[in-house]
């Protein structure tokens, strides 16, 4: 079964800061990858994807994320916080056997920045 | 473009009462997903549909119906509504290999 991993519920950092938050995934198959973000009261927004192309990944906002199959991993990335960074990141993952037909999502980090 | 809608945006129900929640997209999306989200736990699958007329069950299904009669349409039931069943409620479709796209929610309260 595929599942993902989010370490850390709530990441705080400074304005400007680098912003750094974990994913990692389990997939029986070659997965994809996708980080969400979502604003309060608000349904989730695509990010970035990762579909076995590249494996670093630019999205919108500045954010990027690196896909490493030997970890595991697919981490999100920006090199400076901003104060409308603030918001809660999903990292989610399509891959399992059953022909991706699933999305499976991870519970979330809740991102602070400080000014 | 209205993408992904979600009907109703907020509900407060009692205790045993049913209701419906709908969903509609216009993307002709193959898949579609209903996921509940509670904090702590993220999003959790309900049940999901690979095509008309076909569903399958996510990893909390219990108390709940899904029906996709229509591509574009897939419904969420509560025949009998309990207060666990108080959450934040997403619809998303997606075609095969892409991302999801999510409606704004359904934020219910059972009392």
């Known amino acids: 079964a595929q599942s993902v991993t989010q370490l850390g519920s709530h990441v705080s950092v400074s304005e400007g800061a680098l912003v750094l938050l974990r994913c990692n995934y389990s997939?029986?198959?070659?997965?994809?990858l996708f980080w969400y973000v979502q604003y309060p009261n608000q349904g989730l927004q695509l990010l970035l994807k990762?579909?076995?192309?590249?494996?670093l990944v630019k999205g919108i906002n500045g954010f990027e994320a690196e896909f490493k199959k030997s970890e595991t991993s697919f981490h999100l990335t920006k090199p400076s916080a901003h104060m409308s960074d603030a918001a809660e990141y999903f990292c989610a993952v399509s891959g399992n056997s059953g022909g991706y037909q699933k999305v499976t999502f991870g519970t979330g980090t809740k991102l602070q920045v400080i000014p | 473009n209205a993408g992904v809608t979600q009907t109703p945006k907020f509900r407060v129900l009692k205790t045993g009462q049913s209701m419906t929640l709908l969903c509609a997209q216009d993307?002709?999306?193959?898949?579609m997903y209903w996921y509940r989200q509670d904090p702590g736990m993220g999003l959790r699958l309900i049940h999901y549909s690979v095509g008309e007329g076909t569903t399958a069950k996510g990893e909390v299904p219990d108390g709940y119906n899904v029906s996709r009669l229509k591509k574009q349409n897939f419904l969420l039931g509560l025949e009998s509504a309990a207060p666990s069943q108080t959450s934040v409620y997403f619809c998303a479709s997606r075609s095969w290999g892409t991302e999801a796209f999510f409606g704004q929610g359904t934020r219910l309260t059972v009392v």
């Open positions: 997939s029986s198959v070659p997965p994809y």
């Open positions: 990762y579909t076995s192309a590249a494996t």
């Open positions: 993307m002709n999306h193959e898949y």
